[in-house]
C-alpha cells in the first residue's frame, strides 16, 4: 500500500467518523413526551424491595434506581451530596448534621423529609422487627444503636438519630468514623415513607403500593 493511499483511507475514515458523531448530536431536544418506560435486565425478580431487609444483589440494584441516601457514590469512589445537600461534622467527628434538599419528592409528590430517615434506620434497629433486618449492624456506627437492637436499651430515642426539622437530621456516632459518609449511601441508610409502611404490611412486595 502507497503512502498516498493509506494518507487517503486514513482521511475518509476520518470523515466518516466526524459525520457519525455530528448525525448523533443531531436528535430532538427537550424532555420527551407521552409515556417512558425504562427497562432494566435483571437475572431474577428481586425478593423484597424494602431497605431494610434487602441483603442480595438483584434487589440493591432494583433499590439503588427507587431510592437515594443521603450521599450516593461517584465515579471516583467519593460520597457526594445525594438527598443532603451539606452536611456539618463536629470537631470532635462524632455529630454529623445533615441538611436536606428541599426538591426531593416521594413518587405521590410527599416531600422527603429527615424524619423518614430516622423512621427508617430505628425501623431497622427495631429488635421486635419480623424478620430482623440482615444489616442492622450496619448502623451500629450510631450511638446505642447496637444497645437498642440487641435489647440492652429499649428507648429508641436514645439511639443517635434524631430529626431536628423537616430538613435537618443529626447523627451522633459513638466514635469517629472517618468514612461514615460512605455508609450513608449503602441501602440500609435509605429512608422509607412512614406512612405507607406502617399501612401496608406487603408495601415493598407489590409495584402498586411502592
Known sequence: MSNRFRHMVIVLSSIILLAGMLLAGCGTKGTPSGEQIFRMNLGAEPPTLDPAQTQDQVSSTVLSGLFEGLTRIDEKGDAVPAAAEKWDISEDGLTYTFHLRKDAKWSNGD???????EFAWKR????????????????????NAEEYNTKKLSDANQVGVKAKDDYTLEVTLKSPTPYFL???SFYT???VHEKTV???GKWAAEAASM
Open 111 to 117: 416531600p422527603v423529609k429527615a424524619s423518614d430517615f
Open 124 to 143: 431497622a434497629l427495631d429488635p421486635n422487627m419480623n424478620p430482623p433486618a440482615p444489616y442492622a449492624y450496619q448502623l451500629y456506627y450510631l450511638k
Open 182 to 184: 460512605s455508609l450513608t
Open 189 to 191: 441508610y435509605f429512608p
Open 198 to 200: 406502617k399501612s401496608n
